[in-house]
């Protein structure tokens, strides 16, 4: 095992900010886990595990030690009447891993093309973007506990899979009372990918491109290319602009809420869900307080999707919290809504 000290963490997170890991330990099978264990100093000290970074916002220099996943690995397990299960190690790229479930016929991920990040985070916010969450086509996956080194298996139920959320986003002491934040090391994650596959259209950005090709039903790979389109054309790249992707939720609220706020805003975007409640889009009550474009210190709102925060040259952690709290403020004034950042603060 080779641990690292003071390394920079500039190029392993996608917002671009300058910090160092005081220790680092890569980790490319759970026999490094059982080493990093067996040291009594690195057993004892808080662990941060780092996956593609795409999904953090690093306040300062990271003391716990901070386990970098580099597994790899990517094959088909097997097949069942109901669906292919395919297996990717978690420090595989999330994006390279669902170009190749569709150029080897196992479709069903291509509505989540092009998010940043790697295979092991994806369960840990529950990523989604135009109609499918992971868990829509989660499996399983094996993780390491990093107090006791065993290996264990979740599944969907066991994960606790929520609106960007699961159980790995929540400390064991936190408001919930489980989680296993800093507890478990993702190491593999499995895929149920639906047979026969059907295509998830409905998002208005996917139907706009259904209008414009003069083809039929789409498949899979031409659904998988609009969203490469469409993601590109909205969402700033992170190895050009740094940003971690949308940095608040979207809020729900109760129907006597909107109604309440659609009186006074009449266009505010929203969209009902099952339950009753109403979703707002947090991009568009950003964008109506007028902070598209802006910038505070050397972090602002991107120009065409007031949801992102980006890094304008040089940001640091601490100046990415700050012009979200003014967000959260001015929301909050203007439409006594509180926004909840996405990422994970660290
Ligand atoms: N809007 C504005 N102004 C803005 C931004 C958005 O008026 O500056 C309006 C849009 O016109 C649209 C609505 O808000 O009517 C929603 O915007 P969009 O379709 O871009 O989706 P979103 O709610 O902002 C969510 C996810 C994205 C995902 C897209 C597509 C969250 C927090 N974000 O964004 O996920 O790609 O839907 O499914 O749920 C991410 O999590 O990092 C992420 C990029």
Redo the contacts with the bound molecule.
Sequence with gaps: MLVEKNVPLQFSNTFGIMAKALTLVRIAGERDVAAVLADAALQAAPKFVLGGGSNIVITGDVKSVVLKVEIMGKKLLGETAKAWIVEAGAGENWHEFVAWTLHNGYPGLENLAL?PGTVGGSPVQN?????VELQDRFDSLDAVDLTTGKSFTLDAAQCAFGY?DSVFKHASTGAKGFGLAGKALITRVRFALPKPWKAVLG???LEKKMLQSASGAPDALQIYEWICDI?RA??PDPQVIGNA??F???PTVTPEQCADIIAREPKI?HYLLADGSVKL????L??ACGW?GKTIGNAGVYDQ???VLVNRGGVTGGEVMTLAKAIQTSVYERFGIRLEP?PVVV
């Design positions: 998010i990523i989604g973007a135009y109609g960007r998002y208005a950005d993601r909205k969402l992707g949308s608040f939720k979207n975007v889009a947090a991009g568009w950003i964008d598209k999707q007031a949801l996405e």
